[in-house]
Each structure stands twice: as C-alpha cells, then as structure tokens.
C-alpha cells in the first residue's frame, strides 16, 4: 500500500529540478578491490586504500559524469567556485610525479606541489593531523589509480582572492600544522576515533559553524553547520539537537547502514554514508561513536513558540501528504523505512535549511552494502506553495515531543530561487 501511494506521488508530479548530486554507492571497485600480499608494498596500499576511503577522497575529486579521482568537482562557496585538483597516476595533469615529500606538505601545510597556497576548500586544517606514514600509504594508493588526463578548469573567485597569497593570512589567522597528539587519559579507543574524525574523516568541516571567512568556530566544535544549503547537524551530546539519546551502537548502525531508529542519511551525509563509513570496519565506527559520545553537549539554543494556527494547518499538510510514509504516530515498525519524526534532530536544528531543502527538493537515503535500497523522498516544490511548506516545517518541528522555532514563509522564498524549484501551486493542498 505504502509503495502504492509513493509510486502514485512520484509519477503525478511534473519533472522537477533535483539540483544536487543523488548518493550512489561508488566505492568504486578499484577502491574496494583485494590487494593480494604478491604485490610489492601490499600492506602500505591497503593502508592507504582504507584511508582514502574513511577520507572520503572519492566525492569530492570527481566531477558529475567524470573518471572517479580524475577531479574537477565544483566546490561553491559563497565567494566563488573552486575546482578540484586531478588525484590520478597521470603524470601531467594528476599526481603520478609527485614525491612524498610534496604530498605530505599539501596535506601537513596545505601548500601545493610547487610550494602554492591551497585554498582550504581542501581541508588541510584537518588532513594536517595525519601522520606521516599515513600520508605515504594514501600516495602510494593513488598512484595505483589509472592515469586520467584531464585538467580542471580554473577556479571562479574574485580579486584578490583568485592571488594565492591572500592565503597566507588566512592561515596565519585560523590554521596550526600539526600531527595528531593521542591524549594519554583517554583509551586507544578514544584516541582512534578521535584521530579519524579530527583528521581523516574531517567531520568538523562541515559539522562545525564556519565565521565570515568561512573558518572553523573553534570554540564550537561539531556544534552543527550549514553548507551547500544543507544542515550538518550537532554531533554533541545535545539530546535535542545532537547525538545526546543516540547510543554508541545507534551511530555505529548509522554510519554503518545509513539508518537507525532516530535517522536516515540524506543530503551530503549520504554520500559519506555510501561512500566511507559503510565500508569502514566495526572498530574504526565505534572508536568514532566512543569519541563522539565524549562530546560536551552544546548549549541549547532558545526557540519561539509557534502559533495555533501555523500548527493547525500544518497538520492539515502532513497528514494529507506525509503520513503515508511517516505515519500518523512515529513507530519503530517504520523508522529504519522511512525517517522518524519523534526526537528527529535534523528537524529541530535552530537552522531549518536543511528541512526546507528536503520538502522542497526530495531527496534519496544512502544506500549501503547492508542496506542497498536507497529509498527516496519525491519534490514537494510544485505541490506546495511557501505558507504551506512553512507550516509543514513547522509542524514537523514542534510535535511528536520535537522543539523548534517556527518557519516564515518567506524563508521559503529564497530557497526557491537557488534551488530553481517554482512552485505551481498559490492556495490549498490540492486533492
């Protein structure tokens, strides 16, 4: 029945645009492929293989429709567009000459191959906590990578941040080289997690709120961030808006299926889903789950409560459209199905972004090796008008036990126009 009334909602629409990159699940199998022991080096190339999977190196060097690390994927910032560099063995355009010496520096300093400044769009101010033999493995890797010839075009960004230099004063201001130290009071375990989400799994660069000059607010670590009009979202122990009723063996299942009782992986996280963490080891993702429960929690922001009549028409939305899938009452029959309402906190960040990203675009969970449907949510844009979506949004974040500020129509409107989503409706839910 369920998939009736979905496959009915999907075909019924008009086309729509679905403006970012839907999750698949690349690793691809050069990534996932058995180094047998007859190979010179084995040992260090799956070291390397393993790492450049936990990084994640795979979504962000390549390009919609490209060779998998032949680069050139767009980077947008809110300044200007940065193209990424080419990581396979071609020995013009990729990396196929490049000495260890050369690599650790990009990843240690973020300095390129000839001593340039790199934009920190590549995430040396946490690839720098790698260690060196580390470093070594992840080149020896990529240099197994069939040479792809193919230069990205040049970056998109205004003067005088298009000269290099400018950005020696921003490390000066945001960025400390330095390897990772283990902290002697903490376990092994601890100090695993903390090495893969401080420098290879780079969490905090999109789960950390980034200032004017788009640089980590260190003194919020992991407090939730927005990028690429998406919401990544607390990983303290907040327990409305972070991991705070998430269990070590909830975020282990998480990272692991891209699903559990209080989420689904959507957005950009599914893509580090399918892509990373599902083919990471049992160890390495509850090291990760043992250092993120360690998290203080942030503080809890205030909200405003919203008004009867936002809610009230509100439910009149998402029971007509949205309790097919999520149900009247949340239930655990559905949550690994279809994303929970109850304690959801994607739904109560301070930011609704996110969400509204979500009804307005749709959106596919990831899929993973244990969980390889990767069910998806169709566009709302064409169906709902903003008061709609509006109190939709805020419905959904003030039920169920949830809290969060209401949502305006207007900020719907803005979200339209970047997202090139119009909608074709102006008063009531139609029938």
Known sequence: MLAAVYA???YRRPETVVPQR??????TALLLKPIPDSILNAAELRRGQYLILASDCVACHTREGGIPFAGGYAVRLP???IYTQNLTSDRQTGIGNWTTEQFYNVLHNGRGAHGEFLYPALPYTYFTRLNRADSDAILAFLKTIPPQSYIPPPNDLPFPLNIRLSVLGWNLLFFTPGEFAPSPQKSPE???GAYLVTGPGHCGACHTPKNFLIADETSKPLYGGTLDNWVAPDLTSNTRVGLGLWSIENIVEYLKTGRNGYSSAGGAMAEVVSNSTSVMTNDDLHAVAVYLKDQSGSPDNTFDTPDAGAMKRGAAVYFDICTSCHMEQPSEQQARLFPPMRANMVLQQSDPTGLLHLIL???RTAPTPTRPS???MPSFAWKLNDQQIADLATYARNSWGNKA??????QLSDMRKILNLESTRTSSVSQ
């Open 374 to 376: 990767g069910l998806s």
């Open 22 to 27: 839907i999750a698949t699940p690349v690793p």
């Open 361 to 363: 675009a749709g959106d």
């Open 8 to 10: 009915y909602e999907i």
């Open 79 to 81: 300044f200007g567009v």
């Open 190 to 192: 601890w100090n695993r």
């Open 405 to 410: 500020s209401p949502v305006e129509a207007y």
